[in-house]
C-alpha cells in the first residue's frame, strides 16, 4: 500500500490518503456551511433537517478522520520538502496532529452535546447510533460550550495549514502543494 515514485522514494502522498485529505475538506466546508445556515439550538429546539444533516457530516468527517490516520499508518508519507528547516517540520507534524485531534474532540463534544438534549444521531440516516452520554448529563451539557470554541480553534488551525501552503507555494516555490493534489503522481 505505499506509494513510491521510480527511484523507490515516496514523492506524492497514497492516492487514497489524497482522496481522504479532499474529502475531509469537501465535508468540513460544508459543516461550517451548515453551521452558518442552523438556528441556534435552545432548550427544547427539535432537531431538524439542518441539525440533522450537521450531525451527519460531523460523524462522517469522525469516520473520514480515523480512515485517513488508518491510511496514513499503512502508507509511506513523502519526506520533508528538501531544504526544509527543523521549524518547518516541527510546525508541519504540529499542525497536523492538532488538526486531526481537533477535528475528532470537535465531532465528538457535538455528538455528546446532541446525545445531552435526546436527539438521535445517525449517520445520514442510515440508523441511530449509540448515545454518548444520558439526556440531561451535566458533563455532557459542557460540551455545548466547549463545542463551540473548539469550531473557532479548528478554524484556526485549517487557517495555519493554509498558510503553511502559502507560504510553500509564494515563499519557498517547491511542490509541496501538489504532493497532495489528486492527479499527482
Not at 487514497?16 to 432548550?43: D, S
Not at 484556526?156 to 515563499?171: C, D, E
Request: some cysteine; overall charge positive; glycine content about 10%.
Amino acid at each position: 500500500m505505499r506509494s513510491r515514485n521510480a527511484r523507490g522514494q515516496s514523492g506524492t502522498y497514497h492516492p487514497l490518503v489524497k482522496a481522504l485529505h479532499w474529502g475531509i475538506f469537501v465535508a468540513m466546508a460544508g459543516q461550517y456551511g451548515l453551521a452558518w445556515l442552523m438556528p441556534k439550538a435552545h432548550r427544547g429546539t427539535p432537531p431538524d433537517a439542518l441539525l440533522s444533516a450537521h450531525d451527519s457530516l460531523g460523524l462522517l468527517l469522525v469516520v473520514l478522520t480515523l480512515l485517513r490516520l488508518a491510511v496514513r499508518a499503512l502508507t509511506q508519507s513523502p519526506r520533508p520538502s528538501r531544504g526544509a528547516a527543523p521549524w518547518q517540520t516541527g510546525l508541519a507534524h504540529f499542525t497536523h496532529v492538532t488538526l486531526y485531534a481537533a477535528v475528532l474532540l470537535t465531532a465528538t463534544m457535538g455528538w455528546a452535546n446532541a446525545a445531552r438534549r435526546g436527539w438521535e444521531i445517525s449517520l445520514f440516516g442510515l440508523g441511530p447510533l449509540p448515545a454518548l452520554c444520558s439526556q440531561g448529563d451535566a458533563l455532557c451539557r459542557s460540551f455545548a460550550h466547549y463545542h463551540h470554541w473548539a469550531v473557532y480553534i479548528l478554524a484556526g488551525l485549517v487557517g495555519l495549514h493554509l498558510l503553511g501552503v502559502l507560504f510553500h507555494m509564494l515563499l519557498l516555490r517547491d511542490q509541496i502543494l501538489v504532493r497532495m493534489l489528486p492527479r499527482s503522481s
